[in-house]
């Protein structure tokens, strides 16, 4: 059965054997043309260089991941961190990427005042805000699980990042990727709150159990999310952005031909990122 793949792009830290060219030519040969860029790939092949091959390939990037974290110890300045995001929004601008994820990081090596973290990253990320605006590629907030809070980041449920999007304002938007946010249960009420306009875009995968270790994401289908249920949810908010499958998987799918995962990958998550006809709900 074919698919409307229109909305469809593949995160690249899903398939990490690849390097950008021939990640960019192997999901395209398999009709993919959504590409969520990876930071440390792009600045191998060159911001220039992927440029002009997703021209040539006619492909799109709905965002660049991911952001310098600003955990900075509480006695050291922000601002560099701050300059490298800078420099970062305008790679993502030059490449076509709709956002840039805002990866905050989690608790400084020197600090356990998590509140106080939350704040001075508030405070950067209204420091970016403008820059931003500038160049046309908004600050894409991903909560993250709350196991994540002590070394990746400390933005940990979708209400605050919601709170967070209503006083940065226009530049900034919601990135929810069902990993994190499945569990929680003010997920579809949150989503509702966001509205169509405010989510950038949207990321799958799935909830392993038993799940080995934090780089133990499934395939679509293979855990304990109710994939369908959350895509009714967004059909019935008129959401028509992106879906983007980001799988970490050191023990599974990065282990395989990543011509393998693209293929299964497109089998599952075909099924969930094309428009509804019609809402599945009066």
């Known amino acids: ?36 860029v990876w930071r440390n790939f792009l600045e191998e092949y060159g911001v220039a260089r992927t440029r002009k091959h997703l021209a040539e390939l006619e492909m ?28 970062l929004l305008d790679a ?3 490449i076509g990427a709709a956002c840039l ?69 226009e530049g900034a938007g919601l990135v929810p990727d069902v990993y994190h946010c499945w569990w929680d249960p003010a997920f579809e009420t949150e989503l509702r709150r966001a509205g169509p306009d405010r989510i950038i875009t949207f990321h799958y995968c799935d909830w392993l159990v038993p799940t080995r270790n934090l780089r133990d994401r499934g395939m ?10 959350i895509k009714d949810w967004l059909d019935e908010i008129g959401y028509a952005g992106p879906f983007e499958l980001e ?16 293929r299964v990958a497109i089998e599952r998550c075909g099924p969930h990122v094309g428009t509804a006809v019609s809402s599945t709900r009066e």
């Open 220 to 229: 679509v289908g293979d855990g304990v999310i109710d994939i369908p249920r």
């Open 60 to 87: 799109w990037v709905p965002s660049l991941c991911t952001s310098e974290w600003l955990n900075v110890s509480v006695d050291r300045s922000m601002e560099a961190a701050i300059d490298t995001n800078r420099r």
């Open 92 to 94: 993502a601008a030059e």
């Open 101 to 169: 994820m805002m990866v905050v990081g989690g608790m400084p090596p020197d600090s356990k005042d998590i509140q106080g973290q939350r704040a001075r990253v508030r405070d950067a990320l209204f420091a970016l805000l403008p820059h931003a605006r500038e160049v046309g590629v908004k600050l894409g907030l991903e909560p993250l699980h709350p196991m994540y809070a002590g070394d990746r980041s400390v933005l940990n449920s979708i209400k605050v990042a919601n709170d967070l999007c209503d006083e940065l304002g």
């Open 1 to 36: 059965m074919s698919h409307d793949l229109s909305r469809f792009a593949i995160n690249q830290i899903t398939t990490p054997k690849w390097t950008m060219p021939e990640a960019l030519d192997g999901y395209r040969r398999q009709g993919v043309s959504g590409i969520a």
């Open 247 to 262: 799988i970490f998987s050191e023990l599974d799918w990065w282990e395989r031909p990543p011509e393998e995962t693209v």
